[in-house]
């Protein structure tokens, strides 16, 4: 049965002989409020020097773990560490911050490409995924720490303050790597608690993170 007609609020979908597809739109046409969505910026933390560590905790400097909203993401952006070749990692807590050490259990992927275009590289990385672990997650891979050198990225965190599932997260992220290549990592899993999630905390494998900005988003 051929289509003859979409409505999607108001944008309409009609098939033409001559054009193939055609779009008539109204003004509002794909706006994220007409698709029932929206990010609302949360807490955005810039470092002014090197940290430990960067925390989002419930209740703490107006940050919204509370189930105001289904789903979080949190971008980073210029990650860049005070210890060569060393990765951004995250793990949460369901005490407010006392504790972090939820029971993850993940997978990994990447794809790297050095500079010099030497032994490019797409595989499963068994090493760093987590079985039921309470260790931090790799998130980037290793960024190295020349002036230049940084990591980006995004996770997606859902329904962290759910008591009746576990939490999943998605994690995409590209870094110049201490091996001068880009390299691309994603990671999936899910917090392996019925436990509600209230803090979120991110910090280097290994040393500071020198610089960096991390901001958090509810979506509606």
Not at 2 to 11: D, E, G, T, V
Not at 163 to 180: M, P, W, Y
């Amino acid at each position: 049965m051929a289509l003859s007609k979409l409505q999607f609020n108001s944008i309409n979908v009609t098939p033409s002989a001559s054009e193939g597809i055609r779009f008539n739109s109204g003004a509002n046409g794909f706006e994220t409020a007409s698709a029932g969505g929206k990010l609302t910026l949360i807490k955005t933390t810039a470092l002014a020097s090197a940290a430990a560590s960067i925390s989002f905790v419930d209740g703490a400097s107006d940050v919204v773990l509370d189930g105001t909203y289904k789903e979080y993401i949190f971008y980073f952006n210029n990650i860049h560490p005070a210890t060569d070749n060393a990765k951004l990692t995250f793990q949460a807590s369901t005490d407010t911050g006392s504790n972090y050490g939820v029971t993850i259990t993940s997978t990994r992927f990447y794809a790297f490409h050095r500079e010099n275009d030497a032994t490019p590289n797409f595989e499963y990385d068994t090493s760093e995924d987590l079985a039921q672990s309470t260790d931090f997650q790799n998130v980037t891979g290793g960024i190295g720490n020349g002036n230049d050198e940084v990591g980006n990225g995004y996770i997606h965190l859902f329904n962290p303050s759910s008591t009746t599932f576990v939490k999943h997260f998605i994690v995409n992220a590209n870094s110049l790597h201490g091996l001068d290549g880009s390299l691309n990592a994603f990671t999936a899993g899910y917090y392996n608690s019925t436990s509600a999630i209230d803090a979120i905390q991110f910090k280097m494998s290994s040393g500071n993170i020198d610089a960096g900005t991390i901001s958090m988003y509810g979506v509606l």
